[in-house]
């Protein structure tokens, strides 16, 4: 195993975070669970629709209404909304019930983003949201010995210049905290 993997997993265990993971039909999530759960990484919660407590679905239901109501939300479609278990694990992190949501199994990319982009917002200074992969490669003279971080692979396909820019600036955001990388961006066409 990568020492850089074994490093985000101690960082994780030392910081004993609650992650939702809204995909409780999915083995590989159940196994998921039981894996984190057991090493000690995070506090592990698989939302199933009976986990969904009826009143926090009210009131994530006001709080997303009250997010989305410009965008001509209505509260009737916010209560529709927060009964999936994706935006009510959003929200939880939003009401601070929770650290973060991990999704993508059986829901798709841009379903995931959609969550976390109207629940959680992005952050202002980037103003995009964007994604990243961590990818570890057997040759250590190359990138980071052997780490680099790959960004925008998912979410932004044909980014402008602005975006690019935000975008690399978050990745070597991402390689500098998470990490402990001294980030070298490179940009790629």
Request: charged letters at 25%; one cysteine or more; hydrophobic letters at 45%.
């Given at each position: 195993?990568?020492?850089?993997?074994?490093?985000?997993?101690?960082?994780?265990?030392?910081?004993?975070?609650?992650?939702?993971?809204?995909?409780?039909?999915?083995?590989?999530?159940?196994?998921?669970?039981?894996?984190?759960?057991?090493?000690?990484?995070?506090?592990?919660?698989?939302?199933?629709?009976?986990?969904?407590?009826?009143?926090?679905?009210?009131?994530?239901?006001?709080?997303?209404f009250?997010?989305?109501?410009s965008?001509?939300?209505?509260?009737?479609?916010?209560?529709?909304?927060?009964?999936?278990p994706?935006?009510?694990?959003?929200?939880?992190?939003?009401?601070?019930?929770?650290?973060?949501?991990?999704?993508?199994?059986?829901?798709?990319?841009?379903?995931?983003?959609?969550?976390?982009?109207?629940?959680?917002?992005?952050?202002?200074?980037?103003?995009?949201?964007?994604?990243?992969?961590?990818?570890?490669?057997?040759?250590?003279?190359?990138?980071?010995?052997?780490?680099?971080?790959?960004?925008?692979?998912?979410?932004?396909?044909?980014?402008?210049?602005?975006?690019l820019?935000?975008?690399?600036?978050?990745?070597?955001?991402?390689?500098?905290?998470?990490?402990?990388?001294?980030?070298?961006?490179?940009?790629?066409?």
């Open positions: 195993m990568s020492n850089i993997i074994e490093k985000i997993r101690q960082q994780a265990k030392a910081q004993a975070k609650t992650i939702v993971l809204p995909e409780s039909e999915e083995p590989r999530i159940q196994t998921a669970a039981q894996l984190i759960q057991r090493q000690g990484i995070a506090q592990a919660l698989v939302l199933s629709p009976d986990k969904m407590d009826n009143r926090m679905k009210e009131k994530y239901a006001q709080d997303f009250a997010l989305r109501k965008k001509g939300m209505t509260l009737e479609k916010a209560r529709e909304v927060v009964a999936q994706l935006y009510y694990a959003a929200m939880m992190v939003k009401g601070g019930s929770a650290h973060g949501f991990v999704a993508g199994a059986d829901y798709t990319t841009p379903d995931v983003a959609r969550a976390a982009i109207r629940c959680l917002g992005v952050i202002p200074r980037i103003k995009v949201a964007c994604s990243c992969f961590i990818m570890v490669v057997s040759d250590k003279s190359l990138g980071e010995k052997g780490v680099f971080v790959f960004a925008d692979c998912g979410i932004v396909p044909e980014p402008n210049s602005e975006q820019a935000s975008i690399a600036v978050s990745a070597a955001d991402l390689a500098r905290r998470v990490l402990g990388i001294k980030p070298r961006v490179a940009l790629l066409h």
